[in-house]
């Protein structure tokens, strides 16, 4: 890639004349997200019902019902999950961060698997049957709970312990000790319940419902907002904390808000849409070899429209276009997207330029 | 306090503490004073609180007792963003960025006066680039920091501490990492900002040699905490600088400037030359092979250096006879095998 535009080091303008391809690019695969799936509707039926015409009901009933919310919600995930992954790999000084190394998604998982466990142990099982894609709020209701505990755990320790690589490890130990729990849960509970339960860690963008849709895009937008409004301590931060502080940086504040921020956006993502991995580790890499920039006025815009983009390619493919399967969102994202991250990032280190944060 | 006084020190005590006590007391009654436009070269040995010192006067760290005033102010009434706008620093750590371009780098100094996107304006971007030329960076400005090599890095680094247009940058090791040559090129850039800026420089090292050619003025610290200050050349006369450093059979040449290196002594020498370069490599070259001026007494060897069309030979003669050398290599070979440690002193 040539570094044009890096004569007078200005990355900005290059994130410019990229913008409009990358918004035509969200355009089309949103689209085609729309057509897509189980039952294909061509592209004039879905624009006559874009302009308030009528084609088959139950084109219109996929389309409103089922197609819109999905693309909608996979757009937001992917971009919540890539500025979550941006936070924590800049946070951290680390290229191996990801949106859920503070432990907020095993908090959420232990959070479902009580919520689960328990209506299956009570034998209230009838009522978690319908469970699965169509989603329950009470699911996302329990998520948001041990997100919520694990975010509030990790404040109250941060407070009192400067040590980002001390709350590094506290993240990951929480982890450890969710998981055993909900490893204990599991050898407790039913087979249904168990089935419930991984159909839900597979991830999906399928469950959000329009009535949950704002509940769900409310906290994201102001997450996106917030990190936005973060840029400038971002930046700061690439130099570590000692610089960062040394130009008038209010560490502790900083710090606080971005884990606020990173717990809130990683938070409800998996309340909705399970723990879906991948796309908030690669895609903040992708971005900084894409737009051969570290800068964070570039990359949160960057990473909210290119992980949209990617979501929605995510979506498209777990669909497998034309037929009933349903793949676990969770299986694409790894599956396809590490060849495509691999040769990135190979690609980068031939002009000396590998993973870096 | 004259309006020249950027940093002014009366009975500074440094050290740790935790929450109550004084755990251990690094330094105490530091009287320290530094003017606009000086470079000042902080040194002492390994351990003695080099680092505490730059710590406290950069209000990292607490003092004990007694005040940091910069400016004529206390450090610790200084909002984050005042300090920032008075004191920069480099630290010693080396900056791990991937993807930032020395422009983004230097660039992240303007922190303090830039809006809450950190947008540059034109006279942001202005500053930027003078102060990475004011270093020798003006050819690094597009090349990603990643890439380049300890010196050009260590460059743009001081470019952005520069670009926080402080009155004191404050620097922990600049030369740590650096070979000789960029060793002295950092410190020429340095003292070039001193003198063209007017910003002070404070600066922790460890080449004693560079230290005393540098800095206007030196703070040594030595083992039991003690601080002395003084120019370099009145620290050197007074033998305040050779005493603070030696350590057993490691002596400070004062006519030298430097630390010699002790040998184990093979005799005395009678050197016959005119002045010139050759004399004074020839004298070293057979200093390092242990032997000293014979003085008036009679030496064990004698050589001459002469010069002859093709350039300078050696003569070194001894009881048997004499030797022509065509370098020094030849000259030393030839008295190590003359003068085989037969007469011994």
Partial sequence: MKLDGTENGDSMKRFLLALPLIAGLIIIVFMLDLMLGSVNIPFDAILTILTGGTVKESWMNIFWDWRVPKAITAVLVGGALALSGLLMQTYFRNPLADPYILGISSGASLGVAIIMMSAGICGAGAIFARIGLLGDMSISVAAILGAFAVLLLILLISSKIQSNITILILGIMVSYISGALVTILLQFTTESSMHTYSLWTFGSFSGVTWSQLPIMAVPLLAGFILSFCLVKPLNALLLGEQYAESMGMNYNRIRIIIITTTALLAGVVTAFCGPIGFLGIAIPHFCRSFFITADHRVLVPGCILVGGIIALITDIVSHVPGTDIVLPINAITALFGAPVVIWVIVRGTKFGRGVTT | ?345
């Fill in chain 2, 1 to 345: 306090m004259s309006d020249a006084s950027i940093l002014t020190c009366t009975g500074l005590s440094i050290g740790y503490r935790n929450q109550k006590a004084i755990v251990k007391e690094v330094a105490k009654d530091l009287n320290l004073h530094l003017d606009r436009g000086e470079l000042v070269c902080l040194i002492g040995p390994n351990g003695s609180g080099k680092s505490t010192l730059i710590r406290t006067l950069t209000g990292i760290q607490l003092p004990l007792s007694g005040d940091v005033l910069l400016c004529d102010r206390k450090i610790g009434d200084f909002s984050p963003e005042e300090k920032a706008k008075t004191l920069s620093v480099v630290l010693t750590s080396q900056v791990q960025a991937g993807y930032m371009t020395a422009f983004d780098i230097v660039a992240l100094g303007r922190f303090p006066y830039t809006n809450w996107a950190g947008k540059l304006t034109e006279s942001d971007r202005e500053i930027v680039l003078s102060a990475l030329a004011s270093v020798g960076a003006g050819e690094l400005t597009g090349r990603f920091i990643h890439e380049m090599s300890d010196g050009e890095r260590q460059k743009v680094m001081i470019a952005r501490a520069l670009a926080q247009e402080p009155e004191l940058m404050v620097l922990d090791e600049p030369t740590a990492f650096l070979d000789l040559p960029h060793k002295i090129e950092t410190m020429r850039i340095l003292r070039n900002v001193a003198q063209k800026t007017k910003k002070s420089i404070l600066l922790s090292i460890h080449d004693l040699n560079l230290a005393i050619r540098c800095a206007d003025q030196l703070w040594i610290i030595d083992r039991r905490g003690n601080l002395i200050t003084g120019t370099p050349e009145d620290l050197v006369l007074s033998g305040i600088f050779g005493s603070a450093f030696e350590i057993e059979g490691v002596h400070f040449d004062a006519i030298r400037g430097e630390f010699s290196i002790p040998v184990e002594r093979r005799g005395t020498f009678l050197l016959s030359a005119s002045e010139s370069v050759e004399r004074i490599w020839t004298l070293y070259a057979l200093e390092r092979i242990g032997f000293v001026p014979a003085g008036n007494a009679a030496p064990d060897i004698s050589v001459s250096v002469r010069m002859d069309e093709n350039g300078p030979r050696w003569y070194y003669s001894h009881p048997a006879g004499e030797h022509n050398c065509g370098s020094i290599r030849e000259l030393v070979e030839c008295i190590s095998v003359h003068h085989n440690g037969g007469d011994n002193h």
